[in-house]
């Protein structure tokens, strides 16, 4: 099947600091990819959907200065979250869209990033 | 706004047991409904999906039947597996297909002891 990628699989940063995650399709090409971020025993949120060659499209209450998301090819996007605090830390999870825009395309999950602020 | 609500966890049965896995939603217009797992250290896989009321979705023994008029899609195994440990999904999106914008329920943990 299909796979997607992130990178890093977790990290720990000091407050203050930013910090970039990768994901990555590494079998398909992807216009679409998807940003989730997920608290211990809740839901997935999704935070944005980025769309390559374009600006993402944020979800009401995503901060899009603090999360900043590039789309520059088919198969990476990037999640920076900047001056992260300890109130970010959590599970973020990247998914790419595969296929043409039709009822048939499928969203694939990457593995997710934890990411902890100290 | 569109929501939904599953059973919390751990569910944890012996192998070859049954599993339902309860499931509802709340949403405007007509919803697809979907289950998803996440196995230990992997991404969340697809495991079926139902696009319109009355419809079942199957696989790997797992069957869930979209309810319109309960508004729920419960997840039943009859036989379960240590391999079916994992983290279970319960989504829906206002598309036809999980390409849509996805709602996700807060997921339950399953195990299977041998």
């Known amino acids: 099947g299909a796979v997607v990628s992130q990178h890093p699989s977790w990290v720990i940063c000091k407050s203050g600091t930013s910090v970039k995650i990768e994901c990555r399709s590494l079998d398909f090409q992807a216009t679409t990819m998807f940003w989730y971020r997920q608290f211990p025993k809740q839901s997935l949120m999704l935070m944005a959907t980025s769309n390559e060659g374009s600006k993402a499209t944020y979800e009401q209450g995503v901060e899009k200065d603090k999360f900043l998301i590039n789309h520059a090819s088919l198969t990476l996007s990037t999640l920076t979250v900047t001056s992260a605090h300890p109130e970010d830390s959590s599970f973020y999870i990247c998914s790419a869209r595969r296929g043409s825009g039709g009822a048939s395309d499928t969203q694939y999950f990457g593995p997710g990033t934890r990411l902890t602020v100290l | 706004g569109n929501s939904v609500t599953q059973m919390e966890g751990p569910v944890t049965l012996s192998e070859e047991a049954f599993l339902t896995i309860n499931c509802t939603y709340t949403?405007?217009?007509?919803?697809?409904l979907f289950w998803y797992v996440q196995y230990p250290g992997e991404g969340l896989q697809l495991l079926l999906k139902a696009t319109k009321a009355d419809d079942k979705g199957s696989n790997k023994g797992f069957e869930a039947t979209y309810r319109k008029e309960t508004t729920s899609f419960h997840l039943e195994k009859g036989s379960v597996q240590v391999s079916d440990s994992a983290v279970y999904f319960c989504?829906?999106?206002?598309?036809?297909?999980?390409?849509?914008?996805?709602?996700f329920g807060s997921g339950t943990r399953l195990s299977i002891r041998p």
């Open positions: 949403a405007t217009g007509y919803p697809s």
């Open positions: 989504a829906l999106s206002e598309g036809y297909s999980s390409a849509s914008k996805i709602i």
